[in-house]
């Protein structure tokens, strides 16, 4: 959390000028927006700036303050960024708007892809896709001449090749770190090996043959990784690559452009997208979907002038400007070599990730908090299972879901 | 002073008091008795996502909380007596590991993993503070009076950084292949990863605590060492002390009161340790009561919060720094005591 945090509030932009070059129409409209800080996000609120009058907010922590700042009446912001799990929480609230009248009046554009309904109402407008493939250093790979593996034994194979020369650190990068990006790891690991995380009334159902098959996988893979694992997170494993310390590591299709950014890149032109290894079932990922939605706790008229805004900020102007910076949803997006990890790995079937589960966020959580103990060697993984339905089991109780 | 006139002057301060730490403890308590939670619907529900070839609509049926006329979620609040101080202590948990003889499945419940690593930490870090603490201020003491000044401040830079930023600083000086960890593989010929296990993380947490908190002590022990009594001081000298004795026998029972005091606020301060995990990200490793308190009060992806759990946390956290002020505060009042008599 706190590197990307500074890294982040330095980055909080506060534009309020009236320089709307590059924007259909002014806007007279004090508007604020929340929402992550990576560098998708970082175009579609620079190209939003562009109507003047819009104060961005980027926080890679934007979902601990989202629901209580959209709940607020006036709510803090009038524009929010989600994704598919932190649309939730404000859903539930009922602290976002059905947009139907405003997408019929000015966003005849969108692609019916990009409307996401829920019960037949518009409640966000999607721009990217997102999960975690594969990426690995073409050179290291054929220099061994190793197939591009598309199992997680042949992961282990290629590290055990990489392992015995001395190019790079470690073979493997993962985002381990503990918390949410391991939560993250096992629920790839256990979706790919096609396992369910809830049995009946959200009851948990993790420990189990799968669940145990999944953690062992995982922990394999942490004998070729940066001691240090369990710190490290997506920014982290991305200096990894870009620095030529790690080989291989499945990471987000977001990250995928910054392999190649001359600037801070070492390895420019090195590092290849596959699909993620895929599990006994299908690919060992999740798909995800960001997107913008706008606060019930302000007036028509703001809500008009946002959705306005919003409009500018996911036009085809912005796409083409920045096509690699994600895997976009919007008319313009050429899909290029950045992409073509995260497309393959939805061909090879990743599952959505589980957020419409209710009891999902206190599943994440548990995970989150109760796999490390299994990976330093503290616990063995039917315990540490077992642990982890009973961390959930307590906290969905006490949220009254059980 | 007139009881009038006395008043007066704490009345400010003990309403402040009442307003601020009394009250909002209060309402933690009770919160701890209470389990306040959403009214859910089950409902079918229709979800039209994108994926990467299209949208995809599914229909699920969903625990939904029910959202009242006034636009806010609908929630029952019904009390439950120690049921949250149960869920935290986890002593069915408890009973299994004694059963099995085992320390290693008494480590595994959150609340005693996070007891044992902040009883460790303040009671490792407590001697090894005022130990430092009176080293500086010795040093502070004997250096010449025209560099006394910017001594001071260089010495006093620690405690002025904000703790998460020091925190922070020490991190990227050990994390992956930071200047210290480079020079310690360089030195020692050896890969060494200080984040790779819980014994390196918690000296460095010990070790930053150390150096952000021993300034303080340092410069009340100073404050203290002006008004040592130079007359006895010179006797001493006159009696064939040596150094070690002077310290011993005139130096510290002066400065008693004040390690009294730097102990109390050092128990309270570093019981509640936080920053260290958060900023050394030791969570997978080692965790406190504190980051326990946090961890229960973080919104989970769904929007949930364990606030019931949250508040009896926190009231074990009271109970544990009064339980460990005991002895001090003891230590005091008979001192007191035998002084007025």
Redesign the interface.
């Known amino acids: ?3 990307k945090k ?1 890294a982040t509030t330095i980055a909080i932009s506060l534009i309020s000028s009236s320089i709307w070059a590059g924007c259909a129409f002014e806007n007279n409209t004090e508007l604020k927006s929340l929402t992550a800080g990576f560098d998708a996000w970082k175009a579609v609120t620079n190209s939003m700036a562009e109507c003047g009058n819009v104060t961005s907010t980027l926080d890679q922590d934007f ?2 303050k989202q ?1 209580d700042a959209f ?1 607020a009446n006036p709510s803090l912001y009038q524009i929010g960024g989600v994704s ?3 649309m ?3 859903l ?3 602290t976002i708007r059905p947009l139907d009248d405003l997408v019929s009046k000015y966003g005849g554009h969108l692609k ?9 109402k518009i409640m966000a407008i ?1 721009m990217m ?1 997102n999960n975690q493939h594969f990426m690995y250093r073409e050179d290291v790979l054929s220099e061994f001449r190793i197939a591009v593996p598309t199992t997680y034994d042949e992961v282990l194979a290629a590290a055990a090749t990489i392992a015995k020369y001395d190019v790079v650190d470690y073979p493997l990068g993962g985002t381990y ?3 949410w990006n ?1 939560g993250e790891e096992f629920i790839n690991m256990y979706l790919g090996n096609g396992g369910s995380f809830f049995g009946e009334g ?1 009851s948990p159902s993790i420990n189990n043959a799968t669940g145990i098959a999944s953690l062992e996988t995982m922990k394999d893979l942490t004998a070729y990784m ?3 694992y ?2 490290s997170d997506s920014t ?1 494993v991305q200096q990894q690559f870009q620095q030529g310390k790690v080989a291989m590591a499945n990471l987000w299709a977001s990250r995928a452009g910054a392999m190649d950014n001359a600037e801070e890149s070492q390895v420019v032109g090195k590092v290849i997208m596959s699909s993620a290894p895929t599990g006994s079932a299908r690919a060992s990922s999740t ?1 995800w ?1 960001d997107g913008i939605v706008l606060a ?1 706790n302000m007036t028509d008229e703001q809500a008009d002038a946002a959705f306005q805004v919003v409009m500018e900020g996911l036009d085809t102007e912005m796409v083409q400007a920045n096509n690699d910076a994600a ?1 976009w ?1 919007i008319d313009g997006y050429v899909a290029g070599a950045a992409a073509a990890g ?2 393959a790995t ?2 090879n079937g990743a599952a ?1 990730y589980p ?2 589960s ?5 599943m ?2 548990a995970l989150g ?1 109760g796999i ?2 299994f ?2 060697g ?2 063995d993984a039917a ?1 540490a299972l077992a ?1 982890i339905e ?2 959930y089991t ?2 969905a109780t ?4 059980m | 002073m007139s009881p009038k006139t006395f008043l007066a002057f704490i009345g400010p301060s003990i309403v402040m008091m009442v307003l601020f730490i009394a009250l909002p403890l209060a309402s933690v308590l009770k919160q701890s008795f209470y ?1 306040t ?4 619907e089950i409902l079918e ?14 229909v ?1 049926i ?4 029910i ?1 009242g006329e006034d ?3 609908k929630t029952k609040t019904s009390f439950v007596g120690f049921l ?1 101080y149960q ?1 935290v202590l986890e002593f069915p ?1 408890v009973i299994t590991a004694f059963a099995n003889n085992s320390w ?1 499945q008494f ?2 419940i ?1 609340f005693w993993k996070a007891l044992r690593f902040t009883l460790s930490f303040t009671l490792i870090t407590l001697p090894l503070v005022l130990f430092f603490g009176l080293v500086i201020a010795l040093c502070i003491n004997n250096v010449a009076k025209s560099i006394r000044g910017p001594v001071i401040f260089i010495s006093l830079l620690p405690m002025i950084i904000t703790p ?1 930023i020091g925190a ?1 600083a020490i991190r990227w000086l050990f ?2 292949d930071g200047i210290l960890t480079a020079f310690l593989e360089w030195w020692l010929v050896r890969d060494i ?6 014994w390196t993380i918690e000296l460095m947490m010990m070790f930053y605590r150390v150096w952000h908190v021993a300034p303080f002590a340092g410069i009340v022990f100073y404050a203290a060492l002006q008004t040592v009594n130079q007359d006895t001081v010179e006797s001493a000298i006159i009696d064939g002390a040596s150094r070690w004795q002077k310290l011993r026998y005139v130096i510290l029972p002066h400065l008693m009161p004040l390690i009294v005091f730097v102990t109390l606020i050092h128990l309270m301060d570093s019981y509640r340790v936080f920053e260290e995990v ?2 050394f ?1 030791s ?3 080692v965790i406190s009561l504190q980051w326990l308190t946090y ?1 229960f009060l ?7 919060r ?1 606030i ?2 949250a508040s009896a946390s926190a009231m074990l956290t009271m109970i544990g720094i009064i339980l460990l002020l005991i002895p001090v505060l003891r230590g005091v009042w008979i001192d007191y005591k035998g002084k007025r008599l």
């Open positions: 959390m706190t590197i500074i979902k601990d629901p709940a598919n799990g932190t939730v929480p404000l539930n609230a009922g019916p892809s990009q409307l996401i309904k829920v019960n037949g999607a896709v770190k503990a918390g391991l959200n940066d001691p240090e369990l710190v982290y798909n979907w019930t895997v949803l995260a497309i939805a061909d959505p957020s419409s209710p009891g999902m966020g206190a994440h959580t908090n490390a103990a990976l330093t503290d616990k315990t642990d009973a961390a307590i906290a006490e949220s009254g879901l | 389990v939670q959403p009214v859910y529900v229709e979800t039209c996502t994108p994926n990467f070839t299209g949208q995809v609509c599914v699920d969903k625990t939904i909380p959202i636009g806010i979620m949250n869920n948990r290693q480590m595994a959150d998460v922070l994390i992956g990863a200080m984040f790779g296990q819980a958060v900023g990200s969570q997978a490793h961890d973080m919104l989970d992806q769904t929007g949930n364990s019931s759990r």
